[in-house]
């Protein structure tokens, strides 16, 4: 496939999955967070479920690793990472929220350095994870004689939010299954939904009642379902096989520029240039996280350009 056709699928992935930053903060003015979340993968897992089904012939999990990577994958990347996500982003601007889970690939090489047997984390990759703290910081800017201040909670679920999907995708790797990914994105937000909507009914703050039904609420729900989720999984899905998952986890660091455009257009938010240092400091982290998977890339494409 033609390297522009890639591209293209790159842009329109960020713009999927920036877009729903957008798109949940102004959904939030409809229906309560973690409901809000379980409606999204009610959708979703309908689609993905069929989309599977139509893909391939091995879409049901069949042993035991299968049903584990499924169970992993439903609890952390999408019940906790979207309940967590979803009340954080009460309190933060869309452009925060993606900062902040662009934390992901940053966390899931240091988890992986300390669960996987083969990784380790030497002095370089230990500064990479201190870089994204730090990074964190400067988006977060907490108060040290106040961190318990209620400006610090909602960033605080968006960066646990990064934490579940990170660790979440270690584990995964940690399971000896077959089941490929399709059949895995499928059950696992058919599962999630489910774990979405137990939290939520657990939760004292929200309720049925608390779902006002307008073009607006039906129109971020379908667009997070369909657009961002269902479609968004579909081209993830191609890219990977096109381009690795070094090349795609750079998704991360072009999704918060959409997300920071679209919340300005659409909702009037503004981003400080503390927050956008703060980006490129994580960025630089994941950078010196990556740099021999990077440059074994960048090295590879230039001599194949050089034949």
Do not use: C
């Amino acid at each position: 496939m033609p390297a522009s056709r890639n591209a293209g699928l790159f842009v329109l992935l960020s713009f999927l999955w920036g877009t729903s930053f957008m798109t949940i903060k102004a959904g939030l003015e409809f229906m309560p967070p973690v409901l809000f979340a379980a409606f999204r993968y009610d959708l979703t897992a309908v689609g993905m479920l069929g989309y599977a089904a139509a893909t391939t012939g091995y879409w049901r999990p069949r042993t035991r690793a299968d049903w584990s990577t499924v169970a992993v994958s439903a609890a952390l990347i999408i019940a906790l990472y979207n309940a967590f996500l979803f009340v954080g982003q009460q309190g933060v601007t869309s452009g925060v929220a993606a900062i902040l889970i662009g934390m992901n690939p940053v966390l899931a090489t240091g988890f992986s350095r300390l669960l996987l047997p083969s990784e380790r984390l030497g002095v370089v990759e230990s500064i990479g994870l201190l870089l994204g703290f730090l990074g964190v910081g400067l988006v977060a800017r907490p108060d040290p004689a106040n961190l318990l201040a209620a400006d610090l909670l909602a960033p605080g679920f968006v960066l646990l939010a990064a934490v579940s999907v990170a660790l979440g995708s270690v584990l995964v790797q940690r399971t000896d299954s077959d089941l490929p990914a399709e059949g895995t994105v499928a059950w696992s937000t058919a599962l999630g939904a489910v774990a979405l909507h137990a939290i939520s009914f657990g939760l004292p703050s929200e309720s049925l009642a608390d779902v006002t039904l307008t073009p607006g609420a039906v129109v971020t729900v379908g667009y997070l379902a369909v657009f961002a989720s269902a479609i968004g999984y579909v081209i993830y899905f191609a890219l990977l096989d096109r381009l690795g998952a070094i090349e795609i986890n750079l998704v991360s660091y072009t999704v918060p520029i959409f997300a920071a455009l679209s919340g300005w257009l659409v909702l009037g938010e503004s981003i400080d240039a503390l927050a956008v240092v703060g980006f490129v400091v994580i960025f630089a982290g994941f950078a010196l996280l990556k740099r021999r998977a990077l440059g074994r890339k960048l090295g590879a494409e230039w001599l194949s350009d050089r034949r």
